[in-house]
């Protein structure tokens, strides 16, 4: 016997092992993948309406509420008008539509990451017997390659909006899991205990002092949900999400070198936009931590 | 003091032993195994040790130990923010060790307020927000919690400030925010984990005497926790002094003075500025009652400090000093050889 070939799994063993696994989930997929996909039908119609009103919209009304938005998230100028000369440059560029599709389902998903991600957040500070068993879901989720996961969800539910979305949530969804259980566990033992000599209820608590303390937490975890997803657009269009990331994938499989170019920056544009007024917002909702004496 | 009535807060053979299995090492300790055995054996650690006390009401009652003797553990049993290994507290005659969830909660609520050594204020919050924050956990109404908080803001001298967050104000100022929080419980008890130890001295002795002046009038019964002997002789009606987890005496400023209790009491005491802690009523001779025969003899009061009846006596020039109580009545008197003894004791 030789060192330097591993005894592996012989070749015959190793077929069935993955037919029988590839079988079962087909079986799984044939049983359940219909009511699943109606399980996830009101999430279809929540992409459907959120991207037909990005579309409808004006384009002026659109950008309108976009700086207006950025304005009273940031409290800054500068981010404003970097706001109005993106889309500008983004519709005078062809890119408009692309555009409201991709705002449209990274909306969507930060939505359903936080109304997800924050409640485990909670659970996973409260016990550390979750936060062993999370933990190592999330990695999971963080490392897999985006491809893997792929598979199981279109063999689920096909080719479209949904299933890309989930593949988009999969992956964006544990940065603000982890920050929200950090954000949670990380609030001064001695204010927690100040709030359990005055007796405060769990939820008291988590009302008036581990959130509002946490949120600074949380906040950067929103903001990485969306870096995260947006960074999944590319991929997803391989499963039918419309938007940027379509074109930047046909710029692919035909060199379409200034396609691909174009639309990689208005996915930059929109990026840089999101982080910083995210992270101005962020700041805002910390000022208590100035130590200034004057208010 | 009425003998008769029961106390405030009485507790009962508390014990605390902190580790894995605290009721078993309990047991070794009940068998005659000390503290240091006990942590190097077992790796348990005796924070509290059969402590028989009971606390008066409407009295400033200070718990005094070194770091380590158990002080802030045994404070925390009074609202069971730690719960005993062994022993009873009653407040009011109700065992708090055997409260639900939920009526744990409501005497917390109503019964007992706390300030903190590191102030433990709401640093997202306001000063005003902080100080309602006990009363919106009560469920108090907003006009009622808006009146009471704006109250007792000015009452700890802080009006102007209440839209301040606490990390703009200085260390003595967020302290009279969690007094003010405290206070504005309304709760029949006040604990006072070293609440001024964070301060610094000036600051320090200021809280005391914003302390003591409240106390004049509200007549709580108040818990002081502190590692300061200066401190606890100043405000406290009376001491208790803890050490290694037990508790070595409990009594009046003067009687630990003069009596004190043991070797490490009395070295404790040793270096306490008696004259103005000691007061009149301690040093006199109650047998003798009248002046002797001299022209010169002052009159003082029995709450008066030694220092105060030292400076009353050399202002007049006179060596006899009668010391007589509120009403006026004549109840002992003080020589300058009384003086000397008791300030060089």
């Given at each position: 016997m030789s060192w330097s070939e591993f005894p592996s799994m012989s070749r015959a063993d190793l077929r069935s092992l993955r037919k029988s696994i590839d079988e079962s989930f087909r079986n799984f997929t044939q049983e359940y993948g219909e009511s699943l996909e109606r399980f996830f039908d009101p999430l279809l119609e929540f992409l459907i309406f959120s991207e037909r009103l990005l579309l409808s919209t004006p384009w002026p009304i659109m950008i309108a509420i976009c700086a207006a938005l950025a304005f009273l998230a940031s409290r800054s100028w500068k981010i404003v008008v970097g706001v109005i000369l993106a889309f500008t440059l983004i519709g005078y560029l062809g890119m408009w539509q692309d555009t409201m599709r991709t705002l449209s389902i990274i909306t969507v998903c930060t939505i359903v990451a936080i109304a997800i991600g924050i409640p485990i957040g909670i659970a996973m500070a409260r016990s550390n017997k979750l936060q062993a068993l999370i933990s190592p879901i999330l990695d999971v989720m963080q490392t897999m390659p985006s491809f893997v996961y792929l598979i199981p969800v279109v063999m689920l539910?096909?080719?479209?909006?949904v299933p890309g979305l989930i593949a988009v949530i999969i992956y964006a969804l544990p940065p603000i899991v982890r920050l929200t259980n950090l954000g949670i566990r990380q609030v001064d033992p001695d204010v927690i205990e100040a709030a359990d000599a005055y007796g405060c209820s769990g939820w008291q608590k988590l009302v008036n002092i581990q959130m509002p303390l946490a949120l600074p937490s949380i906040f950067a975890g929103v903001n990485q949900t969306i870096m995260m997803s947006l960074s999944m657009v590319v991929i997803a269009s391989m499963i039918g999400?419309?938007?940027?990331g379509q074109p930047v994938l046909k710029a692919i499989t035909n060199q379409y070198f200034s396609m691909g170019l174009l639309n990689g920056f208005a996915i930059v544009a929109i990026a840089i936009i999101f982080d910083r007024v995210s992270q101005q917002y962020g700041r805002r909702i910390q000022q208590h931590r100035q130590g200034d004496h004057n208010g | 003091m009425d003998k008769n009535k029961q106390p405030k807060i009485q507790i009962v053979n508390l014990s605390k032993v902190f580790g894995r299995s605290p009721k078993k090492m309990l047991q070794l300790v009940q068998q005659g195994m000390d503290k240091n055995e006990l942590l190097t054996k077992?790796?348990?650690?005796?924070?509290?040790?059969n402590i028989n006390m009971e606390l008066k009401e409407h009295s400033i009652e200070v718990i005094m130990g070194l770091s380590g003797s158990g002080k802030s553990t045994l404070i925390r049993h009074i609202n069971r923010l730690i719960a005993p290994t062994a022993g009873e507290v009653l407040v009011d005659g109700e065992?708090?060790?055997?409260?639900s969830a939920g009526q744990l909660r409501r005497f917390r609520q109503q019964k007992t307020a706390m300030v903190f050594q590191n102030f433990?204020?709401?640093?997202?919050?306001?000063v005003i927000d902080n100080i309602s924050f006990g009363l919106q956990i009560q469920g108090k109404s907003d006009t009622q919690i808006k009146r009471s908080s704006y109250y007792w803001l000015e009452r700890v001298g802080l009006?102007?400030?209440?839209?301040?967050?606490?990390?703009?104000?200085?260390g003595g100022m967020q302290q009279r925010v969690g007094l003010a929080r405290a206070l504005a419980c309304d709760a029949d008890i006040l604990m006072m984990d070293e609440?001024?130890?964070?301060?610094?001295p000036l600051i320090r002795s200021d809280m005391q005497d914003v302390l003591l002046e409240l106390q004049r009038e509200l007549k709580k019964t108040i818990v002081f926790i502190t590692h300061d002997l200066d401190e606890a002789l100043k405000i406290g009606d009376r001491v208790a002094i803890l050490n290694q987890g037990q508790l070595i005496q409990q009594g009046s400023a003067d009687n630990i003075l003069l009596h004190p209790a043991d070797d490490y009491v009395r070295r404790f005491v040793a270096?306490?500025?008696?004259t103005g802690v000691l007061r009149a009523r301690s040093i006199?001779?109650?047998?003798?009652q009248t002046s002797p025969d001299f022209s010169n003899t002052v009159v003082v009061q029995e709450d008066d400090t030694v220092r105060e009846v030292l400076h009353s006596m050399l202002s007049a020039d006179s060596y006899n000093a009668l010391v007589t109580n509120q009403s006026g009545k004549t109840v002992g008197r003080i020589d300058s050889e009384m003086l000397a003894a008791a300030v060089n004791n």
């Open positions: 539910l096909g080719i479209g909006k999400v419309k938007g940027l | 077992h790796r348990h650690v005796l924070a509290l040790d065992n708090v060790c055997n409260m433990a204020l709401l640093p997202h919050r306001t009006a102007g400030y209440e839209k301040n967050y606490p990390a703009q104000l200085s609440a001024f130890s964070a301060l610094d270096d306490v500025n008696r006199m001779d109650s047998q003798l």
